[in-house]
Structures are given as structure tokens and as C-alpha cells.
């Protein structure tokens, strides 16, 4: 029987992407929609500019979309997947996981919280349990599990796989697409014939999430790995997909064989969403690319090629789709890893 | 009086950049014209799909296009900016210096060859004297001198500009535009929606010239600078304007104030080409982007911006207009270089 | 069991689509595929530079390319779908058709050819019978079918549907993908940040094949409908689908009720590749729009939408993918159409 | 000496336009700025993000914006350059007339009223003296003068050349920029890999302002002229210049040579901003293109090509730059039309 889910934000690019991959979704039905007050009242059709690549499903067109606030979900919706704004996230969630709705967050809010687990299933799946430690500290019967930030999802992967050989140094440089900022994140006169050499704490992010993401947890509580990031964020004009320049400095040595051997053979999950093969590795030097690589997997694998010794280490680039792999995928892969888990 | 010039290669993409440039520059007059055998005894208008935002100077329109062989072009043009294929200029450049032409040339041929000086004239003219030992080594009675790839000019000026505090190890990813594959080197249908992560010989391209750029010639010999540098190149859809992303770490400290300082007053040069500012230094963190800031003295300066003290040393941007501070213009300000120091 | 079949011009853009469309489909099997001769004996892999959005098929990677002639190709192949540059096709085509080979082709040679149906199935389907005609004159074994220009396919189907009320005058401005023009066929310096108002014989194509479409055939020849109209045909920056502004005058009032309800209710076919619902009918003002509607249908379908009482007559936009519906999968379908008529 | 003028709605894409045309002009000195009420009190470089390619000028980074309000706005202050939104300037532009401003407007609003002249100088300068009947009617000692849209500017100059052929019905379809939209008008996730077939209201500015441009002013009233106009408007990915596809049918025979012939001698005008030639006109078949050549007359030049006999009289391609001659540059050259004419 399928869990009862709902979406908070549900009006958004995120949003959108959200319904498109949970109303065909086996395991979960769409029982509640939330977004601002503006919206609340209206059907869902009306609420969203729907602007996904396939129609807007049917049966969520005339659903009432209600306010974000606890007391307009309905109580047997179980798992609420969350593509808040981060300052509303930062406010409302909590109010939510009282309630004892359990949360399958996309919101940048929270994310680096000691006792709020920040989850990739295929790489630290194992953090999942801090939810109990959660629990007890807040009191909460519900739960917060976040998913990192998609640029930070798209290289983690592919150092997951590598840890082995004793990860130090890591240089990121990303060519991110406008999705990634929401429908009118960036507009045209911004973007095209142009570039973006910036993107507001998402340097931040990717330094630090990945280290939370590749640290250990015991049990009572999580260690960060001690690998030195550094990112530089860029925004190009491309719809979806973020491609990223890495260079790796390890402790033992790594060669490109070894790291395609490890990338190649790194474990997917057996979770619906997560794809066969997790990382797919070029021979080609000019692969990954966005518009050519992005939907492997169905939107949910990470693809890398380029591989090169470098000056300093190892050189390759990595790819992921950032509204699926990124994003409202990344959630509701979290939402499976709940399920599985028995946190529902 | 002007000195009379010729552009080899004169129907691509720098070459028509080349003859922008040249067309109404008070020193120099455009006498010769030289494409592949195809082109040879066409007007240039007929030999040239001119696709330049400028109309198709009418001085130049019906000027008759020869082969590229020193028996075709007049003996009194004393000077020859090249921007031939690689693989032409390989060939036929030593017997136009042999016939005692003197080349500017933007082709990638023998750029790291002992006796060749690489110049961006407000870096490290000085090397421009090599010359001496290249006649004396080769018996020519003309000159070769080469400026840098495009992507290369991009960050050097940067670089230099911050030598004093020791440069040790540099990272640099690039965003390049499409104009530096020339008309026909990167299709729509690749690049639409896109981003291509390899650009080929490019990365050691700007590994190798950078040290050879920054290093010093004793008036007998040039010694490449040590500082280590790796490079990942992407294409990316701009039309013009290389925008790179650096890491810079120094054996004393750099912090972004000096960093910025050194940069701004980092000295141009008095040729007619040269910007009055050599590197514009931005506060805003999103600049300088391609499609603003590309333009900047005339296409001449660099623009940096973006600083941030890094998880390893320094990190910055920097942008150049490639086909004009990283291609044409850096040709024609060599040729002004050659001229200023008596070469001519 | 499935029908061998072969692609002729494998390694192009529309070959490939033919490639993927082909090699999943239940009713045919890839027995051969044929390219220019500096392609012939080497592995499909090797000699196309595959750039589908999804992996090249195993099934095909490995299989040897031959040249194009009927001598290389299989005789138990009974089917050939012909995507070759059309100087080839008019040269080629004849020698297959008598070598008893039938052709479904998608290149533009012969498609006015008074005994070759041209043919949109769901519009026109019963001009196929015109091979009859075409058998007896040319003592063929074999048959040559031809489906239109796709931007020609574009638009006749929602004239199709509306002439009850007695066509008169239409004008059609075109918005072309770059896909059309094939891999290379427009460079990404003619199209970023840019239009071009010309596409070589394009406008001829609409005009006069749209009339010959739109014809009737009465078992021995075929008259082409008396319809007039004039095409203004432009590229645009985009990957893929052909957007179209028409105007329609006709002798009965057509009010955009009319027009949307005989559109909305035109006849699909039941076809494996033809759409539901043929023309999807768009209320929004604003759509359909090539990035969000032109997968409609697995890219089978024709949008319509922007209907509005013109100063003359009746307005509205339409749409279709032009590599799917427009190339290869209309190919495609008129292999289906010959297979169920018999023809195979 | 210069005219001290001000601009309305200084910080918006327009305006921005207005200070770089207005700044280096030597006619006209730029003494006041206004905006919205959140803008107002700050310095034009902290209240505007400006985003044109050419550094802010320095005489303007300093200066505050006031209130858009006629008491904001210093007495000795002739003329209002007016980019406001069309809501905003249909209340506020009526009161800064009765204030004794002169206004050239580009706002769309009050354009099509009867006393109101909407001018391009070179087509219908004479209807400037609209302004005398306004006057006596409104009582203003000030006066408003409007520019039409800039779709409508694009295309109306050559329809001008050709009106003694007996223009009889005309058929536009637009390709526009998205900078016509303003800096944050259309996302870049609107129209990356896209096209929009619909522009708000913009098909009837065509329709009706041309038919007002080419009327005639009896020095009393002024009629509109009867040809039939029929527009179709779409948004591309370009960021400058609006490219038109015309249909022409004519009373009396119009060939191809004779409409190059009356376009390549219509008359520009002595006005600074007006280009020594109007309408350029090209041979080339794929000529203008938006990225080529709307720089021509430095933005304030006119193109045309692809003439070409059309199914329907004639047919061929405008290109307007369409935030320069379109719109700021547009206002301007109206303001230079007041001066000379008196107004002032």
C-alpha cells in the first residue's frame, strides 16, 4: 500500500519536478500540496505555472493546494518531501517534524546541523540513523533527513569512490545550469552569450557538505572526513545538468585506471530511484557533457570522464542532472531510504 | 609612413580580426593578402565569408588574395601577421622569415621552440631581443615572433602581476568562448544547451607557455619560471571572452587586498594597442563576466574579480576578449613591439 | 517475425535517429547499414561519431557500415530507410528500387516526382498506391516513398484539418532547430545570440510540397490542391522542434473555435508510431513552444495553439519535433504504413 | 549650449540605454533622475544594478534619484526622457506635461491617442506638430511626444520607402530579443534551447501604430492610413535586435528591384542620432542578422534583405536594433526633433 506523501513548496521548479516523479511513483501517493499563502485556496493548475517537459498530471491539476503550516496537512500523510526556500524551510520544518511529520528535505536550511542527517543513500546511507539521535534530542516524533546541495551531489559520488586512496586535496570548479537558481532565477539578459562567475555561498557549500557527507558516524554522532575542498562556481547558459572540474590530490597514489576501475565499480543501491550503474565512466575525453549525459539513468546517475594525471594529482570532470540527481530526485531517493529504513 | 604588412591566413576567423585591426591603424598598410590555393587569385571580398560585426572594409574588399608562399607577396612588405593552421605555419613560417619577412604570428607552431620569444609585450617584452640569438642560430634575415594561445593571455597578465609573492602551484579551469575554435570549430548542435569539457592540446598549452611567459631571458638564453600549473578547459556557448577560474597558492603570503593592489597597478604599455589599464580589478563578486566586461580597453585589458582568500591560497576570475587581447590584438601589439624596438 | 531492414546514410544526424527508433521496434531488425565509402568496412562505432542523447545500441556498435550500393547490401533485406544528402539520393535511390529494394525516404530528391508518393500517413496515407503507378512506369520490383521537408510536416497536418472550410491563402514564417540542418550544418558562431533568415530552397519546399500533400490521388494520378501559399523560413537558436506562425484564409468563415475543434478531433492512425492524439490543441496563448512541447507523442505529434481572428483570416502557431516527426520517425512511419499495406 | 534634461524611470533597461546616449551627447546634459519610490534618495549607482557593456559614467554613478514626480524634478530641467512602465506612465507623464515638461516618451501608453504624436523623425517628423493642437486642447505648457514600440519601429521605415507602390495589405512575423522584455522580463529558463510565439499586446502595436506612423497630419488632425496589417510576435533567444519576416501586396506592380532601389534612397535625416543612411540593404540572401548587423548606424540604421517575389507580392527581412533604434535611441532622436523644431 503506498505511503501518503506531500510536498511543501510544491509550486516551485523543484516542486514541479517533485510531482512529476512521485505521482507515477509506486510506493508513494500525493495527498497534500502545500505553498504561500497566495496560493493557498487555488487548485494546483492554477497555483503553478506548470512548465515541466510532460503535461501536469491529472489527478494532481485539481488538488487544493494549502498553506505551509501543519495544521493544513492532512494528519495520515506520512512523508513530506520539502523544496522550500531556505528561510522558510528554516521556519517551518521543525514546526513540521513536531507534528510528527517525517521530511525528505531539498532546503539549503539545516543542512550542516549536528543531528540532522545529510544523505546521499549509495555514499553514507549509514547516516540515516542519526535520525534516532535526532529524536532524542529534540523530542520530535517526526524527522528531518536533508539531501546535499546538487552541485555538492554531483562530485561527492565520484570521491566516495575513491577514498581508499586517502583523499586530501580537492579543487572544484562547476559550469552550473540555470535550473539549478529556479525558473526566474537567472534571466536571459543575464545569461545569454555569458557566464556567471558567481553563485551566492555555493562555494561554501560544496567545501563544506562534502566533508560531512565522506565523514563517519558511530553510532551517536558523525565525524566530518578531513579532505581539504575548494570550489569555484560558475553559471553558464545551459537548461539542466551541472558539469564539474576536479582535481584530486590522494596519499597513495591513483591512477587513472585505478579511478575509473573504482568509479566503475562503486555500488548503486537496489532503492527504485537509484540507477543501475551509479557512475558512469568515459573513455572519451570530451564526455560528460550536460545535454548529452544527463538523463543517464533516468536523470539519477552521475557520469565522469576526462581522466588525466594532472600537475597535482588526478584531473577528471564529473556530471549530474541537477533537478533530478540533485534535487527533487535526491529527496525522494531519501524518502525510498525512509521507507526501507522503517522510519515510516 | 606606415609599414607596409600582409596577413597570412587572412580569410579565417583571426585573420579577418587582423584586418579589423589593421585597416585603420595609423602605422600600418595592409598590401598582402594570403589564403590557402583555393582562395588564391580571388578579390578578398570573394575569397572571404566575412562574418566580423564590422561592414567589410572597402580598402581591403577587392584587394586580390595570393597563395601563402613568399614568391606571392610584395618584397616591400616588411611585415607578416600569421594566423595560419598550426600545421601550415609549421611549414611555410620559417621560409618566410628565411626570405626576410619579419612574423607576428597568433599560430601555435614552435611557441615553446629555445629560440623563439613568446610575448604579451606588457608581460615580458624584454624577451622580444631572443631575436638576436634566433638570426644568429638560423641565419634568417626576418623574425619570428609568437604570442600565446588565447587562453593563455588570459591569466598570465594576472600571474605576473603577482610575482613578488612567490608563485608556486596555480590551478586554472577555463570557460572559453566558441570564436576561439574559429568559424566552423564548434557546431550549434554541440555546443546549444551544452558545455563541452575538453578542448584538445589546450590544457598543456596553458601549462607550458605560462612558465615560458614568466620567465627570464639573460639576454643570451630564457629559463622557463618554475611555478607549476594545471589547467582543465571547457567550451562553453559565448561567443567571445575567455572567463578562467584561478587558484593561486605563493610561498608568502597573498592576501586579497594585495592581491588586488598588485593588480591594478600593474603597468600597460605605451603602444598604440595597449589598454591604459591593463587589468581592471572588480569589488562586485560577479564580475567580470563575458559578454559585459569582454570589451574593456577596446578588447586589450584583462578583467579580474572575485577574490576570495581559498581553502588553498588565493582564488580569483579573470576574462579577456580572446580573439582580440587573445588572438588579433595580441598579434598587431607585437608587430607594434617590433616596430617600437627597431626590428622593422 | 520482423522485417530486415537497413538505414542508407547511417553515420548522419537523421541516420542516427533512425537508428534509435529503429532498433528497439518490434516489427523491424537492423540488417544493414550503409555510408559514404570513406566509412565502408569499418564498425558502426567507429565510423559515426554518435551524439543521440542515449547510448549507441549494442546491437549496432559492432556491425560492419558497407558502402552504398545495392551490390553490398543483403538481398533478404527488404526494406532500406534513406536519410543520404539528396545530390546522393537522386544518384543512389533508382539503382536500390530496381534492385527490388523498397525505400522509405526522408531525403528531399524526387519528392515533386509525379509517380513518387510523398506522404504524411495520418494525412494523406492513400497516395501510397501511387507505387502502383510508380511499379508499372519504371518496371521497378522495388518502390521509393518519400515523406516531406520537416518544416513541411510541420504544418500541413493542422491544414489538413481544416479543409472543409475551403483553403485559400496561407503564409507561413518558420522558427527552425539547427537540428535540421544535420550535425555540422550550422556553426555556433552563425547562431548564438543571433537569427538567420534564410534557409537554402527552404521556402520552396513548403510551398509546393504542402500543395502535392494536400492533393488527391484517384488510382492513377494524383492533383495537387490548388491551395497558395507563401513560406518565410528562419534559424534559430534551438536544438530541436520547428516552430510556425500561419496564417489561413478561407472561402467559409473558420472562427478559432472551428479551428480548434476540427485540430483537436483529426484522425490519428493506429500505427506503432503514430501519436493518440495527433494535434494537440493548446488554450494558452503562449504555447506550444518548442524546449516544452515538442516530445509530445514521443515527438510524433504536431502542437497547435495562438489561435486568434487574424486582419486576414485565421492565425495560430504549431509545432513539431523535426528530427522525430519531421525526419527520421516520419520515415518511420511510412515503413509501418508499408508494411500493413502490403508493400513488403 | 546643452538643454539639461532628465530621465523618467532611470534605472531599467531603457534607462540605462538613455544615460549612455544621453551622457556623452552634446546637446543635451543629463540633470535629473528618477525612479520608483524604494530608489529614490540614493545615488543612481547604488539604486540601479547597471548591466550595459560600457562602464556607468562617472558624471551619473554619484547623482540621486528622485521621485518620479514633476516636484522632484528641477525647474530648469527642459526635457524628460520617459522609460517608465506603460501603468506608471499613463498616470505620472500627463502631470509632468501640465508641469510644463516636455516629455519624449517610450512608454507604450497613450500612443494611440488622437492628439498625441507618435514619431519616428525620418518617416513622419511633421506629426510633430501634433503638438500644437495637444497643447490647445490639454492646456499643457508642456507636451508628450511618444516613440512607437520598437517591433513596430523595425519594420515601419521601409513600408515608408514603398508607399507610393500603394500598400495594400502586410503580413509581419517577428523574431524579437529578449531584451525588448526589460533586464528581468524573460528567464533564461523561458527561452534557452526555446522560442515564445507570443509577446503580450505586441501584435496589435504592430497592427495599429504603423497604420497611425504612415498617416498624414493636415495640420489639424491627423488620419490614419488604410493599409491592413496582420502581426504575428515571437521572442528568441537573442539579446539584441528584432528581425522581421515581411509580406507586402501593393496596389501597383512592386518588383524586387524597385523596392531595394526606394529603400537603399530613402532619406535619413541631419538629426545627431540619425544614421547618414536609413535602410541599408543587403544582397546576401541571409542578410540582416540580428548579432551582425544591428550595430549598423551605430544601432540607429535600419536593415533589410531577402527580397525576394513572393507567392503574395513581396517579400523580404527587416533588423532593427531594438533597445537603440527601438526604444532609447528611438526617444532620443525624438528629442533632438523637439530641439530642432522648438519645442524646447
Redesign the interface.
Known amino acids: 500500500m503506498a505511503v501518503r506523501v506531500g510536498v511543501l513548496g510544491a509550486t516551485g ?1 523543484v516542486g514541479q519536478r517533485l510531482i512529476q516523479l512521485l505521482e507515477p511513483h509506486p510506493d508513494f501517493e500525493i495527498a497534500a500540496l502545500t505553498a504561500s499563502a497566495s496560493s493557498a485556496g487555488k487548485s494546483y493548475q492554477r497555483a503553478a505555472k506548470w ?1 515541466v ?2 503535461p501536469i498530471p491529472e489527478s494532481v491539476a485539481e488538488m487544493t493546494v494549502t498553506d505551509t503550516d501543519p495544521d493544513a496537512v492532512p494528519g495520515d500523510v506520512d512523508l513530506l518531501f520539502s523544496s522550500l526556500p531556505s528561510s522558510v524551510g528554516a521556519e517551518v520544518e521543525p514546526a513540521f517534524c513536531e507534528a510528527g511529520y517525517v521530511l525528505s528535505s531539498n532546503s539549503s536550511n539545516a543542512r550542516m546541523a549536528d543531528d540532522v542527517p545529510l544523505v546521499i543513500p549509495e555514499v553514507n546511507g549509514d547516516h540515516l540513523d542519526l535520525l534516532e539521535v535526532q529524536r532524542d534530542e529534540r523530542g520530535w516524533d517526526g524527522a528531518l533527513v536533508k539531501n546535499p546541495n546538487c552541485s555538492t551531489i554531483t562530485f561527492v559520488p565520484t570521491l566516495a569512490a575513491i577514498t581508499d586512496f586517502g583523499l586530501e ?1 580537492v ?1 572544484v ?1 562547476t ?1 552550473q545550469a ?2 539549478g537558481a ?17 553563485i551566492g555561498s555555493e ?1 561554501d557549500k560544496l ?1 563544506t557538505e562534502s566533508r560531512k557527507l565522506l565523514g563517519s558516524f558511530d553510532g551517536a554522532s558523525l565525524s566530518h572526513d578531513d579532505v ?3 570550489a ?1 562556481c ?1 553559471r ?4 539542466d545538468g551541472h ?1 564539474e ?1 576536479i ?1 584530486v590530490e590522494t596519499s597513495d597514489e591513483l591512477t587513472v585506471d585505478d579511478a575509473k576501475a573504482a568509479m566503475e565499480s562503486y555500488s548503486s543501491l537496489d532503492l527504485r530511484s537509484s540507477p543501475d550503474q551509479l557512475i558512469h565512466v568515459f573513455d572519451a ?2 564526455r ?6 544527463r ?1 543517464r539513468g533516468d536523470g539519477m546517475a552521475v557520469s565522469a ?2 581522466f ?1 594525471e ?3 594529482g588526478l ?1 577528471y ?1 564529473c556530471l549530474a542532472h541537477n533537478t533530478l540527481r540533485g534535487a527533487a530526485g535526491a529527496s525522494v531517493l531519501n524518502g525510498e531510504l525512509l521507507l526501507e529504513n522503517g522510519y515510516l
Open positions: 521548479a512548465r517537459d510532460s586535496r579543487h570548479a559550469l540555470v535550473s529556479g525558473y526566474d532565477g537567472v534571466s536571459s539578459m543575464e545569461i545569454i552569450d555569458n557566464a556567471i562567475p558567481y562555494e567545501e581539504e575542498v575548494a569555484s560558475n553558464i547558459p545551459t537548461i558539469l572540474n582535481w575525453p570530451d560528460p557533457q550536460p545535454r548529452l549525459d538523463t570522464g576526462g588525466r594532472s600537475t597535482f584531473q570532470n
